[in-house]
């Protein structure tokens, strides 16, 4: 496809359950990222994939939050156990390198019941 | 640290009137600098960058902005708004190196009275 693709679109879980979330980067895109967005909030770095590099994961706000991918291609974040306080839009992006502009897909809307 | 604010939570302007949203950044070095839209149901979409040159960036649908060092500034304008712009719009700035983390704003919701 022509965009960035996330997958599911919506995610409705019970609180301690584990999910995973799916980014599809923009073909030859090295670099990818993966936000949070609380509702009326700003979005909130999580974490930073370039090429086969060590990710940046600084952004990650518990031991609970994982992410992987393999090369250049697609991306997972999982959330292990999750809390109420979880529930936001996580949003993914890739750019071509570290400081083009990001396309972003239209997010993965979750609900921690 | 780096950090970036936007200090109003909603601009309203008229049809046809120029346009400012505003954008202060703090971070070490030279910044680069970027805006995005966010449009009702849709996602975020790039509308210009400063990464290094002429301070003045012209962007897609006729924004562009300014980067002023003195003042930390990154502020998005337009000479004049349709109401086809109202969205929420975000500043974002990463610092020029040792990190790979940008800093969004919090948004700036503008509407566009007809």
């Known amino acids: 496809g022509a965009g960035v693709s996330q997958s599911p679109s919506n995610k409705v879980t019970e609180k301690g359950k584990d999910v995973e979330l799916r980014c599809d980067p923009i073909?030859?895109?090295?670099?990818l990222y993966w936000y949070r967005q609380r509702l009326g909030q700003g979005l909130e770095f999580l974490i930073y994939?370039?090429?086969?590099?060590?990710?940046?994961k600084s952004g990650l706000p518990s031991d609970r939050f994982s992410a992987e991918r393999t090369g250049e291609s697609v991306s997972t974040l999982t959330i292990q156990r999750t809390q109420q306080e979880d529930s936001a839009v996580y949003l993914c992006?890739?750019?071509?390198?570290?400081?083009?502009?990001?396309?972003f897909g239209d997010g993965t809307r979750l609900s921690i019941l | 640290a780096q950090s970036v604010a936007q200090p109003e939570d909603q601009v309203n302007v008229a049809e046809g009137n120029p346009l400012t949203v505003k954008c202060t950044y703090s971070?070490?070095?030279?910044?680069?600098l970027f805006w995005y839209v966010q449009y009702p149901n849709r996602g975020l979409q790039f509308l210009l960058k400063y990464i290094t040159g002429d301070n003045l960036v012209k962007g897609s649908y006729g924004f562009e902005a300014e980067f002023n060092k003195s003042q930390t500034s990154f502020h998005l304008k337009k000479p004049s708004a349709l109401v086809s712009d109202s969205a929420l719009y975000f500043c974002?700035?990463?610092?020029?190196?040792?990190?790979?983390?940008?800093?969004f704003g919090t948004g700036t919701r503008l509407k566009v009275l007809a």
């Open positions: 073909s030859g895109h090295t670099a």
């Open positions: 974002a700035v990463r610092a020029p190196s040792g990190t790979y983390k940008y800093i």
């Open positions: 971070v070490s070095g030279n910044p680069y």
């Open positions: 994939f370039q090429g086969n590099s060590a990710p940046d």
């Open positions: 992006a890739s750019s071509r390198t570290d400081n083009q502009p990001q396309h």
